[in-house]
């Protein structure tokens, strides 16, 4: 395992910035397992990996390709070029659902298991 290797365990609804990293390379293939995804009311909930960006000198980051969205267990990545210098993961686990006891709504959160996994840097070509 690399030093971006990591399970993550989260309810639904909660967003996660993670620390970030410096790119060993211009691009790189983000790799990650949906282990669990926890449906408890049927409403399909997904979990969302963006890779973000930025340089040294910047205070923002920016989005780096595309967001990869998934509803089911099973392994993903995101490829992206044109890295900056500093890298992260910001991780979106979906949706709340509403369990009705009493009479009154309950928000259950949904729970989510996702593995970060080796990223595999290469340099893109002109």
């Not at 639904?12 to 990293?21: K, M």
């Not at 973000?52 to 267990?73: L, M």
């Not at 709340?96 to 298991?113: L, M």
Request: aromatic share 10%.
């Amino acid at each position: 395992m690399s030093d971006t290797s990591r399970i993550l365990t989260g309810p639904s609804g909660l967003t996660v910035e993670l620390d970030p990293f410096e790119a060993q390379s211009d691009a790189a293939v983000f790799n990650f397992d949906a282990l669990y995804i926890g449906d408890l009311c049927g409403t399909s909930p997904t979990i969302t990996v963006t890779v973000e960006h930025r340089n040294s000198d910047e205070t923002a980051y920016s989005t780096a390709g595309s967001p990869q969205s998934v509803d089911s267990p099973g392994a993903f990545k995101v490829d992206v070029s044109a890295l900056k210098q500093q890298v992260r993961y910001k991780i979106e686990f979906g949706d709340t659902c509403e369990i009705e006891i009493d009479s009154t709504g309950y928000d259950f959160p949904n729970i989510f298991v996702l593995r970060l996994d080796d990223v595999v840097w290469y340099q893109s070509h002109p």
